[in-house]
């Protein structure tokens, strides 16, 4: 015998640009926001994937035409409330949709800065960092909201070491009191209320992990990771779990004797492959 355990579908990588204009007199200026958006929809499915009958089904085709429609009409500027009214919408307009589920990616546009002057209406790809946003309600229920960010690549070159760690047969890490430590941080937070200033609660959370990264006196990775965790959520009360995978890109030094030449911890290969892969979830206790 064999059933259908578990399914949802709907559309994903459905890319959005948005320009708000703000006229001020004769002068403007305008905010960009760059998002890809993802739904997905849980319910009463059963009969497509066994008989082959539709007509439960939402097109995913609407789903992406309601990511834009929405976009147009609503007023939210961060994305958790945005992507609050997009589950409200699809949960309110189908009764056979179970729970609906909204993921953004917001890609990092800076304002240009001409002669010392932000520029109303240019500008610039921050980095390759994204932020990130989870949004999730049954029927009936109450909103969870996850949020996030990827891809936050950093780079320490001092107040790092690694010592103290298990040796055997295969050991062949030296150990050393000072290396460099770069990593690409991701993470993603539990917030405790759906109704939250969200733009303002992640600066001050993002701000307070890239403090103690550049601050801490770091044993390992995993020690620099807990910390940055233990400042979020020091710096957040509105916040009751958030976890962290930092990636160790190791920077190897070089052997410069080889040349009659010493190596004063200057000279590098950096590495993508193999790395170290640390992650921990660090929560309140209840
Ligand atoms: O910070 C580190 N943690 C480890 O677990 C580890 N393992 C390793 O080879 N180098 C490092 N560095």
């Known amino acids: 015998m064999i059933e259908l355990a578990e399914n949802r579908y709907g559309k994903s990588r459905v890319r959005l640009m948005k320009v708000t204009r703000h006229a001020h007199g004769q002068t403007h200026s305008h905010d960009l926001r760059e998002w890809t958006v993802q739904v997905l929809l849980k319910g009463d499915f059963a009969t497509a994937h066994l ?5 439960k089904i939402l ?27 997009l589950v409200d919408f699809l949960l309110t307009r189908n009764p056979q949709v179970s729970s609906a589920a909204v993921r953004i990616e917001s890609i990092m546009w800076k304002r240009l800065t001409i002669d010392d002057e932000p520029h109303p209406s240019a500008f610039m790809r921050g980095s390759n960092e994204l932020q990130t946003t989870n949004i999730e309600r049954a029927q009936g229920g109450s ?43 991701r993470a993603e937070w539990r917030y405790t209320s759906p109704n939250l200033e969200f733009d303002a609660l992640r600066t001050k959370l993002r701000e307070a992990m890239l403090c103690t990264f550049a601050n801490h006196d770091s044993k390992s990775v995993q020690q620099t990771l807990y910390a940055m965790a233990e400042s979020a959520l020091e710096a957040v009360p509105a916040i009751d779990e958030i976890e962290i ?27 993508d492959e193999p790395h170290g892969y640390i992650e921990a979830r660090v929560r309140r206790k209840s």
């Open 51 to 55: 008989d082959g009958d539709n007509s």
């Open 59 to 85: 097109p995913t085709d609407t789903m992406k035409n309601t990511v834009y429609s929405l976009a147009r009409a609503s007023k939210a500027t961060a994305m958790e409330d945005y992507a609050k009214e």
């Open 143 to 185: 909103f969870h909201v996850l949020s996030g960010l990827d891809n936050l690549v950093m780079l320490k070159t001092a107040n790092s070491g690694f010592e103290g760690y298990i040796k055997d047969s295969l050991t062949t890490l030296p150990e050393t009191k000072d290396r460099l430590f770069g990593t690409a941080v």
């Open 245 to 271: 995978t930092m990636p160790n890109k190791h920077c190897l030094l070089v052997d410069l004797s080889r040349f009659h030449q010493d190596n004063p911890n200057e000279i590098f290969v950096p590495t």
